[in-house]
């Protein structure tokens, strides 16, 4: 039987509020504790649309007092290189392909913000799911995480230092592995999404587990080998 994480990607100033209260009303009906992905300098023209919250620091300062897990999503998740790094879902990132010294500096500003706010983050996953190891490298020198939610595996497994809980679907469903990440932009979401989520929590909320995962020692294996080399042979 699965375990399952609710990822939600893409909160910032400026949000779409109305789709994110209608998400967070219905985490609260099933109990389900998401892990919500701030950009804490967002200058993505695509969040042009919606006006500046200036509450939205309390927000996810609320979020933190009703245990939701709070990660850091980039830092203005602007995309500035073609590389897939080594999560390669998108051939575009803000991470990927940049020099170590241009990651430190978007890894360093980002945190200083979040301090700011007085949340230290732990866990990260870039823009486009794509970075590669000077992320990891910007991330160990500039800041206290050591969680990533990304990549294609069966299970959470331990490399380089960090957890890395993997992320493999952007909808809910029953796939065969041990932890499955669901990642959704509530800012995208139409009605219908909002309708499926909500059929699957009715079953299943009690599957859902919240961060800090449980710390083991595990490696990625052959299996997880196996499940990328389909995953992005079918892509
Ligand atoms: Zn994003």
Redesign the pocket.
């Given at each position: 039987m699965s375990k399952y994480i609710l990822r939600l990607?893409?909160a910032c100033e400026k949000m779409d509020i109305e789709k994110w209260d209608r998400m967070e009303q219905l985490l609260d009906k099933y109990g389900v504790k998401p892990l919500v992905?701030v950009?804490p300098h967002c200058e993505d023209p695509m969040m042009d649309d919606y006006p500046v919250d200036s509450k939205f620091w309390s927000k996810v300062n609320n979020w933190i007092a009703k245990d939701w897990s709070i990660a850091m999503?980039?830092y203005n998740?602007v995309y500035s290189t073609e590389c897939g790094g080594i999560n390669p879902i998108n051939k575009r990132s803000e991470f990927a392909g940049e020099p170590l010294e241009v990651q430190k500096e978007k890894i360093r500003r980002g945190i200083s913000i979040m301090r700011e706010h007085d949340i230290n983050p732990k866990i990260f996953f870039a823009?486009?799911h794509t970075f590669d190891r000077n992320t990891l490298l910007a991330l160990k020198a500039e800041s206290d995480i050591n969680i990533i939610s990304d990549t294609i595996a069966n299970d959470v497994y331990y490399q380089d230092d960090f957890q890395f809980v993997p992320q493999q679907s952007g909808r809910v469903r029953k796939l065969p592995f041990k932890v499955v990440t669901f990642c959704y932009?509530p800012n995208m979401m139409q009605e219908n999404d909002f309708l499926i989520l909500e059929c699957f929590l009715e079953k299943n909320s009690d599957l859902f587990i919240e961060f800090p995962i449980e710390k083991n020692h595990r490696k990625f294996d052959f299996y997880d080998f196996l499940i990328k080399k389909m995953y992005f042979l079918r892509r």
């Open positions: 990607d893409d992905g950009i999503h980039g998740h823009p486009s932009h």
